[in-house]
């Protein structure tokens, strides 16, 4: 069913942004691939380079690791894997973002390092919102951050569970969502839409399959 | 008994022993006990493991996810508005408010804005789901502490904003009621006039929950100082919504970050100061207030104009991510949109409000009694749809 | 007629048939109580449904019967045909006893409830001694129960039902005993334990004893009334077995029949204990405002009353007739509710008929049987009055209050009730001293 309802486009972002610099994951304007140019649409909005004086302490702290870009108003860090927890503790410590919304990851099985996790933070006294994304290879895993902020527990092991990414020092860090014995994580995209753990289905409920 | 649910408990006890692992299995003072996942006040299929202490709960633990139904990953095969019905089904108690989150991150990706008369309408619609879903919140968790006839005062209530919802766009409870850009449906002929009815309809039937509850010696007993969780404790674990208003903390996102029209209208936010259930109740029984204190003034001038905003009939976001969130009637709710250019989502993750709250459970229950766990999960305000997707 | 039926109604001077002696008639009268009682406990099941019903903006039973009425019939029926599940792991006698124990405990206590000055089967001169310890007896009805169970969770929610009755009992004893007190204010000095011997004092002092000593007894009878719905179980003090509880109530593994015992023995003994405050605060038998209103056409028109509410009862049936819709499915629910009404509406002519003949000869032949039915007749539906109030409150209670959690259960009952019923104890010790 997924395959009919899906109509032909291009592949995954990848191609539109296969920098040298690996760790630049800014989306650049590809909307221009996607539309006719016969069409005179304005070009679609691009990320542009995020100035604040928080960006210049830390860029001036970190360099090249880290980079601060704005999209559509949404300002976000693509940091690199070795500053994750440092960058994550001064966000809470200094710049006050001590509440974190979310914890998520995406996967781009055709990247190099194929798993984005992504932070997203906020500041209750500044009112703003934050992204910090990073890259990781498919088996690395990254520190978790529940030591910085408890919410990541539960947020944490939604990412394991769903894409089986590991974090290093969390307390408890089992499946939430799937049963246990699951194998296999779905939200990869090597994992199909009708795909299931048919062994743990047999074993666990007693019929053939569960679809 | 199966592998699955022995590894759980087995693993499950050696969690919630946090000072010594290696504890044998039972003390002779210890109890595991295991609530759910079919129990009348779990409001869905949860199952918490409770280690007891005689009457005294050591620690919890919530095993979720039997309601999951991979929300996530249908999003990345399915078009943007072909997978606008299924945001309804995750919170089904306030489905409004999850269309309105999902449309407007899709139309802030799409970097379109829906015109005023849409986000009045939206605004009113959204407001109105806000007070359905706190009656049933009241309905049920009073039901929980053994108040059985509030339950049936508040689902007769809510029968009208169903009503309306009926009328509106054709289906009661998953609404489906927005779309990309705006809204679709046209209010109908009568709708001002009914929304206003209700206004007066209802204003005198919240003071009767109330007068039912509020000053009852025995609420008061079993609310207060049941389930407290510190300011501090609530922002460091993510809790949103009611809950952490109700810990004193002054936020709501429709004044902090305001979207659809709500930087046009005047209300207030309400807060508690203790934290515990007493708090959240109240905080909850004036935010219907103030809800209607919002759909009185949206619905005497809902501005003229199209609904819809001229997006193109296929939705194709430029490549980019976008995470937009809303206040829901449970806390904050967000969606986290990758889009790849195409029209289906790369990635669309849903930032559950219940979700985050429920892993406060833990927190907000050590030390208290087994009847006050059942208080505490109604007061929490879950929906199993939400938090498992 | 045999000697052993007509002495009785000869002699009767105003004793009960346990005192004359006459076994036949104690008979008769403990068949009427067990056929009343199983009648009140149906009628109870089916005004619970209806007005929690109510109470909650719906109509409760409609179709079993017209407006519900053969509901209760229809449940016992149902149970009746229900499988009978023991567990294996279940004490065998034990678990079959059990419920017998708590009916025994609930029935035997109406032996002395005193219905009229001679309307009790028997009137034991250690009446409410009798009813405090036979009614403690339930207790270990509930305890055995769970036990029997032979599994957790019953057995934890026996305990607790148990030990909820066994605290609440300590108040209501005293509350009891500080309404004992007042019955020794009267001439002699010398109080009385017996039923018919309390009501019988109220009406020589001529004063409830609730307005006695004010506040004293109105405070003894409020005790008295918080503590008689902890010893039922009923809410706001039903942690015990509420079913969003995490330990469910000590009849979990019953079902069917046995289960029935169980809810019989409850209301049974809701109705008890709304006896004894009615028998020891309400004035029992007396009809309202027995000295303020004491005039004999006062007299006549109390003496109605009965007639009254049976005509009454028949005109709400005949309302619901005429409101039922007029369409073919409820023609036999017509039919039904006005023959209920007709009944209804006989009862209150015969009753009528009773009170006018029994009026009418009074000076000349005031001992005339008429006179002495139609005062029997007024006595108990006094008594019986005073005890629907009660069993409405009890409804009325479950129906608008949240419950109480366990321990804020046995704080109530060991640190507020018992203090406070002590002292009202002395206080009226006190007062009567003084007075006389």
């Known amino acids: 069913m997924a395959e009919e309802a899906k109509p032909p486009v291009p592949p995954p972002p990848p191609e539109g942004e296969k920098k040298p610099a690996a760790e630049e994951r800014a989306a650049p304007a590809s909307a221009e691939p996607a539309k006719p140019a016969a069409a005179a649409k304005p070009a679609g909005p691009v990320p542009v380079p995020w100035t604040s004086p928080l960006v210049e302490k830390y860029r001036g702290q970190y360099g090249s690791g880290l980079d601060a870009q704005t999209y559509l108003g949404q300002n976000y860090f693509a940091v690199d894997r070795s500053l994750i927890p440092d960058i994550l503790r001064l966000l809470r410590d200094e710049e006050q973002f001590d509440y974190c919304v979310d914890i998520t990851a995406v996967h781009y099985p055709q990247r190099e390092k194929q798993f984005d996790v992504v932070w997203i933070l906020y500041s209750f006294p500044r009112n703003e919102r934050v992204r910090v994304k990073t890259q990781i290879a498919d088996g690395a895993s990254i520190p978790s951050s529940v030591s910085i902020w408890a919410t990541a527990n539960w947020l944490e092991r939604e990412v394991y569970d769903m894409f089986g990414i590991q974090f290093d020092g969390h307390p408890d860090l089992k499946r939430i969502l799937l049963p246990d014995g699951w194998k296999g994580h779905p939200l990869r995209k090597d994992y199909g839409i009708l795909q299931q753990d048919n062994e743990w289905v047999q074993i666990n409920l007693g019929i053939e399959s569960g679809q | 008994m199966n592998d699955s649910t022995h590894d759980a408990s087995s693993r499950a006890l050696s969690n919630l022993d946090l000072e010594t692992p290696e504890k044998p299995y039972l003390d002779s003072n210890e109890l595991i006990i295991n609530m759910g996942p079919q129990h009348p006040a779990t409001h869905g299929v949860l199952r918490v493991i409770l280690k007891l202490d005689g009457e005294k709960v050591l620690g919890t633990e919530c095993v979720i996810g039997y309601l999951h139904r991979g929300v996530e990953k249908i999003a990345e095969n399915r078009t943007y508005t072909m997978f606008n019905p299924y945001v309804d089904r995750m919170d089904y108690v306030a489905a409004v408010s999850n269309g309105l989150g999902y449309c407007e991150a899709v139309e802030k990706l799409m970097n379109v804005e829906a015109p005023a008369r849409a986000k009045y309408i939206r605004v009113i619609l959204t407001e109105l789901n806000r007070i359905a879903s706190h009656q049933l919140w009241l309905g049920t968790h009073a039901l929980d502490i053994g108040a059985m006839t509030p339950l049936f005062y508040t689902f007769r209530d809510r029968e009208e904003i169903l009503k309306i919802f009926e009328k509106y766009c054709g289906a009661r409870l998953t609404t489906h009621a927005f779309r990309i850009g705006g809204c679709q449906y046209e209010t109908y002929a009568g709708f001002e006039k009914e929304v206003k009815n209700f206004l007066t309809f209802v204003a005198p039937k919240i003071d009767e929950y109330e007068e039912l509850l509020t000053t009852n010696r025995i609420w008061i007993a079993r609310t207060k100082n049941v389930g407290v969780i510190s300011a501090a404790d609530a922002i460091a674990l993510g809790v949103t919504g009611p809950v952490l208003r109700a810990s004193g903390v002054k936020w709501d996102l429709r004044k902090a970050q305001p979207y659809a029209a709500y930087s046009e209208f005047d209300f207030d936010i309400p807060t508690g100061t203790n934290g515990d259930t007493y708090d959240r109740y109240l905080v909850r029984m004036a935010e219907m207030r103030q809800s209607l204190r919002i759909i009185e003034q949206a619905v005497n001038r809902i501005p003229e104009g199209p609904i819809m905003a001229k997006v193109p009939k296929i939705i194709k976001p430029p490549v980019g991510e976008i995470y937009h969130s809303i206040e829901a009637p449970k806390g904050e709710l967000g969606y986290f949109i990758v889009s790849d250019g195409s029209t289906q989502p790369y990635r669309l993750r849903v930032r559950p409000p219940s979700f985050v709250n429920l892993q406060a459970l833990d927190t907000m229950v050590r030390g208290l009694l087994v009847a006050d766990v059942v208080a505490v999960i109604g007061t929490i305000d879950i929906v199993l749809g939400e938090v498992d997707r | ?436």
């Open chain 3, 1 to 436: 007629m045999p000697n052993f039926i007509m002495s009785y109604l000869n002699s009767k001077d105003a004793i009960t048939p346990g005192a004359a002696g006459s076994q036949f008639w104690a008979l008769v009268y403990v068949f009427i109580i067990f056929a009343g009682v199983s009648v009140a406990v149906m009628a109870m099941n089916w005004l619970e449904r209806k007005a929690l019903a109510h109470f909650q903006i719906r109509l409760g039973p409609m179709r079993v019967g017209p407006h519900g009425l053969l509901q209760p019939i229809a449940d016992a029926i149902k149970l009746m045909l229900k499988e009978d599940i023991i567990p294996a792991e279940a004490d065998q006698f034990v678990f079959w006893v059990a419920p017998l124990i708590g009916l025994l405990a609930a029935f035997t206590v109406y032996t002395v409830i005193p219905f009229g000055p001679s309307q009790a089967v028997s009137d034991m001169n250690i009446g409410i001694l009798f009813m405090l310890g036979v009614s403690s007896l339930g207790v270990l009805g509930i305890v055995v129960a769970g036990w029997a169970s032979n599994s957790h969770y019953p057995l934890i929610g026996a305990l607790r039902s148990s030990a909820q009755m066994v605290s609440y009992e300590v108040a209501m004893g005293l509350a009891v005993v500080s309404a004992i007190l007042m019955t020794s204010l009267n001439a002699t000095g010398t109080g009385t334990l017996s039923m018919i011997g309390i009501v019988q004092a109220q009406q020589q002092q001529g004063v409830w004893f609730i307005f006695k000593f004010f506040p004293l007894g109105l405070i003894a009878f409020g005790i008295f009334a918080i503590a008689m719905i902890a010893e039922t179980n009923r809410a706001p003090f039903d942690m015990a077995e509420a079913e969003s509880e995490l330990t469910a109530g000590y009849h979990t593994e019953y079902s069917g029949l046995r289960w029935s015992l169980f809810m019989l023995a409850e209301y049974a003994a809701m109705i008890a204990v709304s006896s004894i405050a009615v028998a020891l605060w309400l004035g029992g038998w007396m009809r309202p405002f027995p000295n303020l209103l004491n005039a004999p056409a006062w007299d006549f028109i109390f003496s109605l009353f009965p007639a009254l509410t049976f005509f009454g009862l028949a005109a709400i049936a005949i309302v619901g007739v005429v409101r039922m819709p007029a369409h073919s499915f409820f023609k036999i629910q017509r039919i039904g509710l006005a023959a209920f009404a007709a009944v209804l509406g006989f009862i209150a002519l015969l009753l009528l008929v009773i009170a006018v003949a029994g009026r009418s000869a009074d000076a000349s032949v005031a001992a005339s049987p008429a006179a002495k039915f139609s005062e029997g007749i007024d006595y108990v539906y006094w008594f019986v009055f005073k005890v629907a109030v009660f069993m409405y409150l009890f409804i009325w209670y479950r129906a608008t209050w949240p419950r109480y959690r366990f321990d804020q259960l046995m704080k109530i009952g060991w640190k507020v009730m018992l203090p406070i019923s002590l002292v009202v104890l002395i206080a009226t010790a006190i007062v009567g001293v003084l007075v006389s």
